[in-house]
Nanobody, 119 residues
Framework: QVSLVESGGGLVQPGGSLRLSCVTSGFAFFNTDMSWFRQAPGKSREVITSIDSNGRQRFYEFAVKGRFTISRDNAKNTVYLQMNNLTVEDTAVYYC????????????WGQGAQVTVSS
């Protein structure tokens, strides 16, 4: 059974930073590409960044490129999202899931991490 548990969200002022974590279990994490998604109020869920299984290749959606960094620790079955220079447009629930650029995510979505950017 795939398990994805996101944490690290919160309320931050514009220009601030947050680091999200996603602890996984139930699948071969070391051999699986991973992605972060987000869903803003009233919008569909979208993939924003991906990392391949060994951490050598990364994809960033245009809106987050240069501000967000995805990383992973295969020994801890955990993927991270460092978010810098946050703007109000980054307010959303953030989710991790398997796959590259949103392809074939597992059906086991976690509860997500709420990120609210507000002054």
């Amino acid at each position: 059974q795939v398990s994805l548990v996101e944490s690290g969200g919160g309320l931050v002022q514009p220009g601030g930073s947050l680091r999200l974590s996603c602890v996984t279990s139930g699948f071969a994490f070391f051999n699986t590409d991973m992605s972060w998604f987000r869903q803003a109020p009233g919008k569909s869920r979208e993939v924003i960044t991906s990392i391949d299984s060994n951490g050598r290749q990364r994809f960033y959606e245009f809106a987050v490129k240069g501000r967000f960094t995805i990383s992973r620790d295969n020994a801890k079955n955990t993927v991270y999202l460092q978010m810098n220079n946050l703007t109000v447009e980054d307010t959303a629930v953030y989710y991790c899931n398997t796959g590259w650029r949103g392809d074939f995510p597992s059906n086991s979505w976690g509860q997500g991490a709420q990120v609210t950017v507000s002054s």
